[in-house]
């Protein structure tokens, strides 16, 4: 069974930074791209970063762009998400997906990430 | 960055009605595009892949269609379980994904 599993949201100050993490399992996660994705309590969905399997092609959102580093560990079977420089319109809920093609996308439950003094 | 509208905002249907969603994209897409539900407090659910394939486990009730700039989720006839949001997404311009902004299919 695939498994995504979020950590390290919470709630931080303006200006400061947060390390998020997602744990896979269930799947050959060295072999498949890994993405974050965002959501705003009550709004809608917005793509925050993706990178390739092998990490050598990474995106990002332009309202991120600069602040937020995203990464990867194989060995570790775990994706990561810098986020310096945090404002309060980075407050939301944090997903880690697979979005993959063919019908291959799955979702951790999210972590809540709180920008606020 | 491709863009993409959904239409309507919100759907008001009974149970037993037929709802059709629209998904515009800004250029196109050839077929890579998918629909998700999402109901309160839970994650993104995938439908449909590639515009017209259901994902595994969803019921026949739910077809998609379309091709270029835009598409259609269909359900035929609406579950009390259906009453949710739903959201379209495309990868045509992988790593670079959008999500539109949403229907809320409400009850009437």
């Known amino acids: 069974e695939v498994q995504l599993v979020e950590s390290g949201g919470g709630l931080v100050q303006p200006g400061r930074s947060l390390r998020l993490s997602c744990a896979a399992s269930g799947f050959p996660f060295e072999d498949y791209a890994m993405h974050w994705v965002r959501q705003v309590p009550g709004k809608d969905l917005e793509w925050v970063s993706g990178?390739?399997?092998?990490?050598?092609?990474?995106a990002y959102a332009d309202s991120v762009k600069g602040r937020f580093t995203v990464s990867r560990d194989n060995a570790e079977r775990s994706l990561y998400l810098q986020m310096n420089s945090l404002r309060a319109d980075d407050t939301a809920v944090y997903y880690c997906?697979?979005?993959?093609?063919?019908?291959?996308?799955?979702w951790g439950p999210g972590t809540l990430v709180t920008v606020s003094s | 960055e491709i863009v993409l509208t959904q239409s309507p905002a919100t759907l008001s249907l009974s149970p037993g009605e037929r709802a059709t969603l629209s998904c515009r994209a800004s250029q196109s897409v050839s077929t890579s595009l998918g629909w998700y539900q999402q109901k309160p407090g839970q994650s993104p659910r995938l439908l449909i892949y590639h515009a017209s394939n259901r994902a595994t486990g969803i019921p026949a009730r739910f077809s998609g269609s379309g091709s270029g700039t835009d598409f259609t989720l269909t359900i035929s006839s609406l579950e009390p379980e259906d009453f949710a949001v739903y959201y379209c997404r495309q990868r045509r311009s992988w790593p670079l994904i959008t999500f539109g902004g949403g229907t809320k299919v409400e009850i009437k």
């Open positions: 990178l390739s399997w092998s990490s050598d092609v990474i």
């Open positions: 997906a697979t979005l993959g093609d063919y019908g291959f996308d799955y």
